[in-house]
Antibody, heavy 120, light 112 residues
Framework: EVQLVESGGDLVQPGGSLRLSCAAS????????MRWVRQTPGKGLEWLAT????????NYVDSVKGRFTISRDNAENSLYLQMNSLRAEDTGLYYC?????????????WGQGTLVTVSS | DIVMTQSPLSLPATPGEPASISCRSS???????????LDWYLQKPGQSPQILIY???NRASGAPDRFSGSGSGTDFTLKISRVEAEDVGIYYC?????????FGQGTRLEIK
């Protein structure tokens, strides 16, 4: 059974940092591109970042470029999102999601999400 | 950026009756490989989004056959042939033709 379990969400002050993790199981993690998507009351679902199977390609939405870093450890079957210089508007529920295939690109499995709250 | 516009944003639906949701993109989602990079997701109350339709018209594994997707390069439709109570939730379209990947605003389906 495919499982994606996010962790690391917390209450953090503006300007602070957090590292989110996503533990993958039930499939060959190294065969799949992965994404982070967040859900906020103001903007709905927002794609944040994508990483290729081997980590050699990454891209980001402009609003997090330079502040967030996506990475992965295929030996540990884990995906990460390092978030720095956090702002109030980064508050939301953060999902990791699996890309079905590089050709089809849709997200076939999502985690349950981890909550990030940025507030003083 | 490709802007995705859904309508309606709220959809009161009657069990057993059909329903449809529209999604328009600000530019064509047709790739040179022939794929239309438009997907539909359903987020049921208290759950994560789940894939329903991918590449415009392909029903995902596990998605009920009352769901169907169609569309051209910029205009797409999700149809529910006969609404059931378990279909309540928020429906999102998403384009993955080019970065940044973008979602529609969501359509909230409720049962009348």
């Amino acid at each position: 059974e495919v499982q994606l379990v996010e962790s690391g969400g917390d209450l953090v002050q503006p300007g602070g940092s957090l590292r989110l993790s996503c533990a993958a199981s039930g499939f060959t993690f190294s065969n799949h591109w992965m994404r982070w998507v967040r859900q906020t009351p103001g903007k709905g679902l927002e794609w944040l970042a994508t990483i290729k199977t081997d980590g050699s390609e990454k891209n980001y939405v402009d609003s997090v470029k330079g502040r967030f870093t996506i990475s992965r450890d295929n030996a540990e079957n884990s995906l990460y999102l390092q978030m720095n210089s956090l702002r109030a508007e980064d508050t939301g529920l953060y999902y990791c999601a699996r890309v079905a295939s590089s050709g089809e690109r849709y997200l076939d499995f999502w985690g349950q999400g981890t909550l990030v709250t940025v507030s003083s | 950026d490709i802007v995705m516009t859904q309508s309606p944003l709220s959809l009161p639906a009657t069990p057993g009756e059909p329903a449809s949701i529209s999604c328009r993109s600000s530019q064509s989602l047709l790739h040179s490989n022939g794929y239309k990079y438009l997907d539909w997701y359903l987020q049921k109350p208290g759950q994560s989004p789940q894939i329903l339709i991918y590449l415009g018209s392909n029903r995902a594994s596990g998605a009920p056959d009352r769901f169907s997707g169609s569309g051209s390069g910029t205009d797409f439709t999700l149809k529910i042939s006969r609404v059931e109570a378990e279909d309540v939730g928020i429906y999102y379209c998403m384009q993955s033709l080019q970065a940044p990947i973008t979602f529609g605003q969501g359509t909230r389906l409720e049962i009348k």
